[in-house]
Nanobody, 121 residues
Framework: QVAESGGGSVQPGGSLRLSCVPS????????IAWFRQVPGKEREGLSCVNSKYDWNYYAPSVKGRFTISRDNAKNTVDLQMDRLQPEDTAVYYC????????????????WGPGTQVTVSS
């Protein structure tokens, strides 16, 4: 089980940092991905990091603005979101799974409840 923290409201051009926090286990052996979903639209895989820490992925819509990172001391995976725009408004989810490539977005089974991110002036 995982949970997201760090959502909220920000003006265009601002930043937010989301954290994916596990309950009762270490994230070391898991692929972790961040998704977002807007009502009426398909869920979008934004970024992920694989279990070997040696590769990560960014969707074109967020590349250069979002940064995924593991904090082994805190046992979290964070998503730093910079230069946010109104089109980034969505519910953001983290998901974890073992024994997959982190970009196998359809294979994630453990999801957090989501956190709302709103970007508006």
């Amino acid at each position: 089980q995982v949970a997201e923290s760090g959502g909220g409201s920000v003006q265009p051009g601002g930043s937010l940092r989301l954290s994916c926090v596990p309950s009762g286990f270490r994230l070391d052996d898991y692929a972790i991905a961040w998704f977002r979903q807007v009502p009426g639209k398909e869920r979008e895989g934004l970024s992920c990091v694989n279990s070997k820490y040696d590769w990560n992925y960014y969707a074109p819509s967020v590349k250069g603005r979002f940064t995924i990172s593991r904090d082994n001391a805190k046992n979290t995976v964070d998503l730093q979101m910079d230069r946010l725009q109104p089109e980034d408004t969505a519910v953001y989810y983290c998901a974890v799974e073992k024994l997959i490539l982190c970009t196998d977005f359809e294979l994630y089974n453990s999801w957090g409840p989501g956190t709302q991110v709103t970007v508006s002036s």
